[in-house]
């Protein structure tokens, strides 16, 4: 499958798609003063197979889950990395998900002011979505993705067998991310994912690839002409700014992506009640994309409206009074608006319950 290269003000790179075993087979030989960190869910599958040739004396494995993302564990590995009496001509190689992407990622851009930095993403959300635009962001308090670098791997490698062994919550978060982006562009792509997504579901590996694919040539038109986040490549953040808020009121036990596609669901009932998207619009997003990618148990206590708005208030991406939302238009047009009310965001939580067969 054909490279896919990115431009960047930092670094370009490039993603390769491939079999694992040869990635690193070529990676031991090409960067021999290197480490490896590693999830220790991803070990534990694949130590004695894919990873099995790996230098033990290199490897450091991690535990990963949401509560580590913050600077103690940017801090524990610092102090792994000065033990090994690692220098500035150092490769580190991250193997695993978005967590570890967002921690290793933070370690790579500051240790010794910046090191050489690879990724081989192992999730459907990191693989689609987060292996690529630079990003780095570590929770701070109360307070999700509040702190980060931007600081792209120089290399990107992607084998979509990894997904065979994921857990199907994680997987299933990481569907939202997909849907999220082919939802974004033109009709046609939003057909393509509506064909694609029973198989999607059904892990087929051919169908896989081509929507991580297909996910990531989408990004890239964002992200290259607004690497920093100053413009249109805010409006990635569709579904982000309800489903950031429902995934800490649930304490992440409603995982990332599929908190963004229920606060997809969200923005557009805002996006129907402002006359933006037509009722017919959004029952047919709704009905065809978001609720069969909806997979995960939902309760009454995750959709308090006042916890919900309160971590709204915290967004990053508020800038004003009003509540920031990414919203939809006809023609599958995104556009950012800066003064939703909280009466907006409080009738869109009322007309969601019954739709997702939540009691009030």
């Not at 790996?54 to 940017?74: C, F, G, H, Q, S």
């Not at 999607?200 to 694919?213: D, S, W, Y």
């Not at 950012?336 to 869109?348: F, L, P, Q, R, S």
């Amino acid at each position: 499958m054909p490279v896919i290269k990115i431009k960047s003000n930092i670094r370009n790179y490039s993603v390769y798609f491939g079999k694992a075993k040869d990635f690193l087979s070529k990676l031991e030989k090409t960067y021999p003063n290197c480490c490896y960190i590693i999830d220790e869910n991803v070990w534990k599958l694949y130590k004695n197979r894919t990873l099995y040739k790996l230098d033990k004396n290199k490897v450091i494995i991690l535990p990963i889950n949401e509560e580590r993302k913050y600077l103690t564990a940017v801090q524990e590995i610092y102090d792994l990395l000065i033990e090994r009496s690692a220098k500035r001509n150092l490769t580190m190689i991250s193997i695993g998900g978005g967590i570890i992407q967002d921690i290793t990622g933070f370690v790579a851009s500051t240790i010794y002011r910046g090191i050489n930095w690879v990724f081989i993403p192992t999730t459907l959300l990191a693989q689609a979505d987060s292996c690529i635009g630079g990003k780095t962001s570590l929770n701070y308090r109360s307070f999700k993705n509040l702190i980060g670098t931007f600081y792209p791997p120089s290399e990107i490698f992607i084998d979509p067998l990894f997904l065979a062994t994921q857990k199907d919550i994680d997987f299933y978060s990481g569907l939202g991310e997909v849907v999220k982006l082919h939802l974004m562009q033109e009709r046609d792509n939003v057909q393509k994912i509506i064909k694609m997504l029973p198989l999607i579901i059904a892990k087929e590996p051919k169908t896989l690839i081509t929507a991580v694919r297909n996910s990531l040539l989408i990004k890239q038109s964002y992200i290259e002409s607004d690497e920093f986040d100053t413009g249109k490549r805010n409006l990635l953040n569709y579904g982000h700014c309800f489903g950031h808020a429902i995934e800490s009121v649930s304490n992440f036990e409603i995982p990332h992506g599929q908190a963004i596609l229920v606060g997809m669901i969200l923005a557009n009932i805002v996006s129907k009640q402002r006359r933006l998207l037509s009722e017919k619009s959004e029952s047919f997003i709704l009905q065809k994309l978001l609720l069969p990618s909806l997979k995960v148990k939902l309760k009454r206590q995750f959709f308090t409206a006042d916890k919900i708005i309160e971590a709204m208030k915290k967004d990053k991406k508020r800038i004003g009074q009003g509540l920031a939302l990414i919203m939809m238009t006809d023609n599958y047009k995104t556009i950012k608006m800066n003064d939703i009310t909280v009466d907006e965001a409080i009738n869109a939580l009322r007309e969601l319950m019954p739709l997702l067969n939540i009691s009030v």
